[in-house]
């Protein structure tokens, strides 16, 4: 950039407000968003919008199809599905949210210090996040799942441990990238303690493909929480998950396929809108791309 | 008491090929409010004896000799005491100001977080003086500039800016690692008078680490030139450039351009390569590229002095007749 070019820019435009800028004219992303946040609101709203209670049982009204006053139909149960399906996205959601939440606080602590120590000590958190890496994602978590019990909490917290490797892997990965720097090097000329290196220097610049990663491990995450739900290892019943309402709805596919359908549409559209919204950040964040 | 004295610098690294002394035993001082440039090609110490000063080795750097700051020896103090030193007594400005500052952190933020680490002022106070220091090195519209992003600044602006940052806690000794080295050659100009300016407003001693000998004839009061990690000439830096007293300082001339030399001509260049630090030859480590070499050059030639406060690390000095002869 030359003397020209820099002074030509009439304010100070920060990092945020610029990737804010370019995130809106992705419209696939601003979609992306549109809908999750749209989930979350239903999930937030869950009590007040929800036609019915999600756990209430009627022998009169079991695997109805769908009509006006059961606008998704009925299950086994005789439970309205639409409801379940507002309810479930609480659990859905949460998991999602809360164990990428775990699984960052978790993980980049570990990678940054990893990351700028190296040494005996990068040795030793490399060597278990490796280790943790070469056993596959759902595996892991089925396996930390079963060990710790069958609830919606063990469910997260297996999740959460299950996806903290690849944020400690992608924190040291930036960290030993960032150590090398002069910005760094002049941080450290100017008496900065290490523990302000790696918490105030190191970590602001490498946010944002934290940010990313974080947002389509939350994709993956609520994809967990219904594969562990549908195994029983997740949400327990009469509480709704979408797995489990999967699991349930299983044995009356050819009979009630709505049991099925609005569950699955639900998983489908969170998931593609989380994708979406994760490869707006990753555009709009992308240093490569700065300046356009 | 000078600024800063050093005295018999060594620093060896442990490499998988065994260990290597990239410095061996410099001594130099800074006088108060002086600049004394450090001269010599790539790869003969000058960064590493900067970094060495500033206790910015990494850890399989082994440091010996004495450092001392105005008078305090400082070498052997524990790594906290080094880090509460940096930005605070001792400043460093770096080579390439593109990438010296925090790409997502304002001018003012960076310049502000000196006096916040060593002063213990707050976030408005510190802003508020981290504008004034950027006042003071001359950046136009201060204020302005402050609250931008290292990335909508020139080249020059972000080395004014790592200038303030470095003088904002008025060090008693400025390193300036290759200051312009990556600038255009007015901005150079610009910098290095800032340079000048700063220091005597503030008495902070610089020292100049460079390889541009015209920038050591304008700026630098006092010259050290090095060669493959060992001090080869030292002195006032007029006297150095005029009467060269070492082959290498000779040849280093040589090589530099100048505008009022004959036009056509090819610049000389000084044959052969800078010996291996990990097998250097021994002796006088510049023999494998000297005209003047003798059987005597197999010793190692102790930094005599040749004229007050001119020394010279060669058997052969003074050159003068050798110099007519050739």
């Given at each position: 950039m030359s003397a020209t070019a820099a002074s030509a820019v009439p304010r100070a435009e920060s990092p945020g407000r610029r990737a804010l800028r370019r995130f809106l004219r992705h419209r696939l992303a601003v979609a992306g968003l549109v809908v999750v946040l749209a989930f979350v609101l239903a999930a937030a709203l869950a009590p007040w919008?929800?036609?019915?209670?999600?756990v209430a049982t009627s022998w009169s009204r079991i695997r109805k199809p769908p009509s006006e006053l059961h606008l998704f139909g009925t299950d086994e149960n005789g439970r309205d599905v639409l409801s379940r399906v507002l309810w479930g996205a609480r659990a859905s959601l949460l998991a999602g949210g809360l164990s990428v939440t775990a699984a960052l606080t978790l993980g980049v602590p570990f990678g940054l210090l990893a990351g700028l120590a190296g040494g005996w000590v990068d040795t030793f958190i490399s060597r278990v996040t490796d280790a943790m890496l070469s056993v596959p994602f759902l595996i892991l978590a089925i396996a930390l799942a079963a060990f710790l019990g069958p609830a919606l909490e063990n469910a997260m917290l297996a999740i959460a441990i299950s996806a903290s490797p690849i944020f400690v892997r992608l924190a040291r990965g930036m960290a030993m990238e960032a150590k090398s720097t002069e910005w760094v090097e002049a941080a450290r000329a100017l008496g900065n303690p290490p523990w302000r290196i790696a918490l105030a220097h190191v970590l602001p610049n490498i946010v944002p493909p934290l940010l990313v990663q974080a947002t389509l491990a939350i994709a993956e995450a609520i994809i967990a929480e219904a594969s562990l739900s549908f195994l029983g290892l997740g949400q327990q019943p009469p509480n709704p998950s979408w797995g489990s309402m999967l699991n349930a709805a299983q044995r009356f596919?050819?009979?009630?396929p709505w049991m099925a359908i609005y569950p699955g549409l639900a998983i489908f559209l969170v998931v593609l809108a989380i994708n979406l919204l994760g490869d707006g950040l990753r555009d709009a964040l992308d240093p490569r791309a700065r300046g356009r | 008491m000078q600024a800063l004295e050093v005295r018999d610098l060594a620093v060896t690294f442990a490499t998988e090929r065994g260990p290597l002394r990239v410095l061996d035993g410099i001594s130099f001082a800074l006088p108060p409010g002086r600049t004394v440039a450090l001269v010599g090609e790539s790869g003969c110490g000058k960064s590493v004896a900067s970094l060495a000063i500033m206790g910015?080795?990494?850890?399989n750097a082994a440091v010996e000799g004495a450092i001392r700051l105005e008078g305090r020896e400082i070498a052997e103090l524990p790594p906290e005491e080094r880090r509460k030193l940096r930005g605070a007594d001792l400043a460093m400005i770096f080579q390439e100001p593109m990438t010296s500052l925090n790409p997502v952190f304002t001018a003012g933020d960076q310049v502000a977080e000196a006096l916040r680490l060593h002063q213990g002022l707050d976030r408005a106070r510190a802003q508020a003086a981290a504008v004034a220091m950027l006042e003071a090195v001359r950046i136009p519209e201060a204020a302005r500039r402050a609250r931008q992003y290292p990335h909508q600044l020139s080249g020059g602006m972000r080395q004014r800016v790592m200038i303030a940052m470095a003088l904002a806690c008025r060090p008693r000794v400025l390193i300036a690692d290759e200051p312009t080295t990556a600038l255009d050659v007015t901005v150079q100009a610009q910098i290095l008078a800032l340079l000048d300016d700063m220091r005597g407003e503030t008495g902070a001693a610089v020292l100049l680490i460079t390889h541009d000998l015209g920038v050591v004839a304008d700026h630098a009061d006092e010259v050290v030139v090095m060669y493959a990690g060992r001090v080869a000439e030292t002195g006032p830096a007029a006297r150095v450039l005029a009467t060269p007293q070492h082959p290498y300082t000779v040849g280093l001339l040589g090589a530099a351009p100048r505008l009022d030399g004959p036009r056509g001509t090819r610049l000389a260049t000084v044959e052969g390569t800078v010996p291996d630090l990990a097998d250097p030859p021994a002796g006088c480590r510049f023999k494998t590229r000297?005209?003047?070499?003798?059987?005597?050059?197999?010793t190692a030639p102790p930094l005599l002095?040749?004229?007050?406060?001119h020394r010279a690390a060669c058997h052969r000095a003074p050159l003068d007749q050798l110099l007519v002869a050739a």
């Amino acid at each position: 950039m030359s003397a020209t070019a820099a002074s030509a820019v009439p304010r100070a435009e920060s990092p945020g407000r610029r990737a804010l800028r370019r995130f809106l004219r992705h419209r696939l992303a601003v979609a992306g968003l549109v809908v999750v946040l749209a989930f979350v609101l239903a999930a937030a709203l869950a009590p007040w919008i929800a036609p019915f209670d999600p756990v209430a049982t009627s022998w009169s009204r079991i695997r109805k199809p769908p009509s006006e006053l059961h606008l998704f139909g009925t299950d086994e149960n005789g439970r309205d599905v639409l409801s379940r399906v507002l309810w479930g996205a609480r659990a859905s959601l949460l998991a999602g949210g809360l164990s990428v939440t775990a699984a960052l606080t978790l993980g980049v602590p570990f990678g940054l210090l990893a990351g700028l120590a190296g040494g005996w000590v990068d040795t030793f958190i490399s060597r278990v996040t490796d280790a943790m890496l070469s056993v596959p994602f759902l595996i892991l978590a089925i396996a930390l799942a079963a060990f710790l019990g069958p609830a919606l909490e063990n469910a997260m917290l297996a999740i959460a441990i299950s996806a903290s490797p690849i944020f400690v892997r992608l924190a040291r990965g930036m960290a030993m990238e960032a150590k090398s720097t002069e910005w760094v090097e002049a941080a450290r000329a100017l008496g900065n303690p290490p523990w302000r290196i790696a918490l105030a220097h190191v970590l602001p610049n490498i946010v944002p493909p934290l940010l990313v990663q974080a947002t389509l491990a939350i994709a993956e995450a609520i994809i967990a929480e219904a594969s562990l739900s549908f195994l029983g290892l997740g949400q327990q019943p009469p509480n709704p998950s979408w797995g489990s309402m999967l699991n349930a709805a299983q044995r009356f596919l050819t009979q009630a396929p709505w049991m099925a359908i609005y569950p699955g549409l639900a998983i489908f559209l969170v998931v593609l809108a989380i994708n979406l919204l994760g490869d707006g950040l990753r555009d709009a964040l992308d240093p490569r791309a700065r300046g356009r | 008491m000078q600024a800063l004295e050093v005295r018999d610098l060594a620093v060896t690294f442990a490499t998988e090929r065994g260990p290597l002394r990239v410095l061996d035993g410099i001594s130099f001082a800074l006088p108060p409010g002086r600049t004394v440039a450090l001269v010599g090609e790539s790869g003969c110490g000058k960064s590493v004896a900067s970094l060495a000063i500033m206790g910015l080795l990494p850890p399989n750097a082994a440091v010996e000799g004495a450092i001392r700051l105005e008078g305090r020896e400082i070498a052997e103090l524990p790594p906290e005491e080094r880090r509460k030193l940096r930005g605070a007594d001792l400043a460093m400005i770096f080579q390439e100001p593109m990438t010296s500052l925090n790409p997502v952190f304002t001018a003012g933020d960076q310049v502000a977080e000196a006096l916040r680490l060593h002063q213990g002022l707050d976030r408005a106070r510190a802003q508020a003086a981290a504008v004034a220091m950027l006042e003071a090195v001359r950046i136009p519209e201060a204020a302005r500039r402050a609250r931008q992003y290292p990335h909508q600044l020139s080249g020059g602006m972000r080395q004014r800016v790592m200038i303030a940052m470095a003088l904002a806690c008025r060090p008693r000794v400025l390193i300036a690692d290759e200051p312009t080295t990556a600038l255009d050659v007015t901005v150079q100009a610009q910098i290095l008078a800032l340079l000048d300016d700063m220091r005597g407003e503030t008495g902070a001693a610089v020292l100049l680490i460079t390889h541009d000998l015209g920038v050591v004839a304008d700026h630098a009061d006092e010259v050290v030139v090095m060669y493959a990690g060992r001090v080869a000439e030292t002195g006032p830096a007029a006297r150095v450039l005029a009467t060269p007293q070492h082959p290498y300082t000779v040849g280093l001339l040589g090589a530099a351009p100048r505008l009022d030399g004959p036009r056509g001509t090819r610049l000389a260049t000084v044959e052969g390569t800078v010996p291996d630090l990990a097998d250097p030859p021994a002796g006088c480590r510049f023999k494998t590229r000297c005209p003047f070499r003798v059987a005597v050059c197999d010793t190692a030639p102790p930094l005599l002095e040749v004229a007050p406060g001119h020394r010279a690390a060669c058997h052969r000095a003074p050159l003068d007749q050798l110099l007519v002869a050739a």
